[in-house]
């Protein structure tokens, strides 16, 4: 079965920098597309970035410029560079692999917590 487990998450200043990291495991051989999403207290459930089975990417706008995912495929680890952290930033990531393309299921993780903070 495919698990997956984020880490790298914590407290940290304004203006500050994190990378997430977020582990795959399981028997699966198959590249599938992965996301980043978040959840603030008291709002809804955000996606943040987008990384297809090619490598192209897309963000939310409210990160475009300041967060960069990538995978490293080789390791089967994908990761979310967050730089010049804003307090508006601070949630809980979630990590979670689409496999709907080879008619899957979608997979989470348990989240990791990042709190931007003076």
């Known amino acids: 079965q495919v698990q997956l487990a984020e880490s790298g998450g914590g407290l940290v200043q304004p203006g500050g920098s994190l990378r997430l990291s977020c582990a795959v495991s399981?028997?699966?051989?198959?590249?599938?597309?992965m996301c980043w999403y978040r959840q603030a207290p008291g709002k809804e459930r955000e996606l943040v970035a987008f990384?297809?089975?090619?490598?192209?990417?897309d963000y939310a706008d409210t990160v475009k410029g300041r967060f960069a995912i990538s995978r490293d495929n080789a390791e089967n680890t994908v990761f979310l560079q967050m730089n010049s952290l804003k307090p508006e930033d601070t949630a809980v990531y979630y990590c979670?692999?689409?496999?709907?393309?080879?008619?899957?299921?979608?997979?989470w993780g348990k989240g990791t917590l990042v709190t931007v903070s003076s």
């Open positions: 979670n692999l689409r496999a709907g393309w080879r008619g899957g299921r979608d997979y």
């Open positions: 990384i297809s089975r090619s490598g192209t990417t």
């Open positions: 399981g028997s699966i051989s198959i590249i599938d597309p």
